[in-house]
């Protein structure tokens, strides 16, 4: 299993970002997806889910309305669409996947905003 993140960096405040996770080692479109975060000298938390077939999605509430996940199971893709960046954004994003009774994660992709 792979999960390879790209697409952080550094924006200002109330800008937008836009993640992709490249998934690789087992069957993409059968599987739930999220993504995480982590900032400096905070607990991982969960950002957003989205179902296999991605007709079902779900979001940590400080991000809703502001975040979007989708997926394309063609591409084995999940993204995560980001407008309306403030500061408490900054972190690493990390995408996930539990199967085989285990978590897999990629490496993370680092956000920060700032002006």
């Known amino acids: 299993v792979q999960l390879m993140e790209s697409g952080g960096g550094l924006v200002q405040p109330g800008g937008s970002l836009r993640l992709s996770c490249a998934a690789s080692?087992?069957?993409?479109?059968?599987?739930?997806m999220t993504w995480y975060r982590q900032a400096p000298g905070k607990e991982r938390e969960l950002v957003a889910g989205?179902?296999?077939?991605?007709?079902?999605?779900n979001y940590a509430d400080s991000v809703k309305g502001r975040f979007t996940i989708s997926r394309d199971n063609a591409q084995n893709t999940v993204y995560l669409q980001m407008n309306s960046l403030g500061p408490e954004d900054t972190a690493v994003y990390y995408c996930?996947?539990?199967?085989?009774?285990?978590?897999?994660w990629g490496q993370g992709t680092q956000v920060i905003v700032s002006s």
């Open positions: 996930n996947v539990y199967l085989a009774w285990d978590y897999y």
């Open positions: 080692g087992f069957t993409f479109s059968t599987y739930r």
């Open positions: 989205i179902s296999s077939t991605g007709r079902s999605t």
